[in-house]
Antibody, heavy 121, light 107 residues
Framework: QVQLVQSGSELKKPGASVKVSCKASGYTFTSYAMNWVRQAPGQGLEWMGWINTNTGNPTYAQGFTGRFVFSLDTSVSTAYLQISSLKAEDTAVYYC??????????????WGKGTTVTVSS | DIQMTQSPSSLSASVGDRVTITCQASQDISNYLNWYQQKPGKAPKLLIYDASNLETGVPSRFSGSGSGTDFTFTISSLQPEDIATYYCQQYDNLPLVFGQGTKLEIK
């Protein structure tokens, strides 16, 4: 079946880095774009950006430039989100979500279960 | 950026009630509007795409309508398992933007 399996929860200190993985199965990885969505504790959904799984070209929403990097390893059908110089306000659940339109984001039909990143000293 | 305003922010209804949530865009987004359900501690789930298309496997008591700036999401007969927060999301322009959510509770 189609699924996205995300890596496990992370506890990091301020200033550290974290890399979240999102492994796809059950479909052709490069036929669908991948979005990343953040949800801070008790808050709503915030779109971080998307990556074209054919070209590897990422697009970042405002507020997610500089410290946030989307990448791929198509050989293992996996998307990655790396966050550097972590701050307490990065504490959130991070979701990967498949997009049926490979050329641009529109709707998200399959979601990972989310990865909780906690930043605390 | 396009702003999405959902109302109400919370709603209490009884099993069997008809429930309606609205979402207003700050500019014309045609029918580029999706609806998601998020249950506590779970990932969001796509219910409606392109304003009115029911995602495969989603019960027919869920429906969506609207175009331009005003959209409506309806549950025709509320079931206990529908307790969740519902979000609209536009994709007419980047960045994709979600509404602030509507938390639905059982009365």
């Amino acid at each position: 079946q189609v699924q996205l399996v995300q890596s496990g929860s992370e506890l990091k200190k301020p200033g550290a880095s974290v890399k979240v993985s999102c492994k796809a199965s059950g479909y052709t990885f490069t036929s669908y774009a991948m979005n990343w969505v953040r949800q801070a504790p008790g808050q709503g959904l915030e779109w971080m950006g998307w990556i074209n799984t054919n070209t590897g070209n990422p697009t970042y929403a405002q507020g997610f430039t500089g410290r946030f990097v989307f990448s791929l390893d198509t050989s293992v059908s996996t998307a990655y989100l790396q966050i550097s110089s972590l701050k307490a306000e990065d504490t959130a659940v991070y979701y990967c979500a498949r997009d049926p339109d490979g050329s641009g984001p529109d709707y998200m039909d399959v979601w990972g279960k989310g990865t909780t990143v906690t930043v605390s000293s | 950026d396009i702003q999405m305003t959902q109302s109400p922010s919370s709603l209490s209804a009884s099993v069997g009630d008809r429930v309606t949530i609205t979402c207003q865009a700050s500019q014309d987004i045609s029918n580029y509007l999706n609806w998601y359900q998020q249950k506590p501690g779970k990932a969001p789930k796509l219910l409606i795409y392109d304003a009115s298309n029911l995602e495969t496997g989603v019960p027919s008591r869920f429906s969506g309508s609207g175009s331009g700036t005003d959209f409506t999401f309806t549950i025709s007969s509320l079931q206990p398992e529908d307790i969740a927060t519902y979000y609209c999301q536009q994709y007419d322009n980047l960045p994709l933007v979600f509404g602030q959510g509507t938390k639905l509770e059982i009365k």
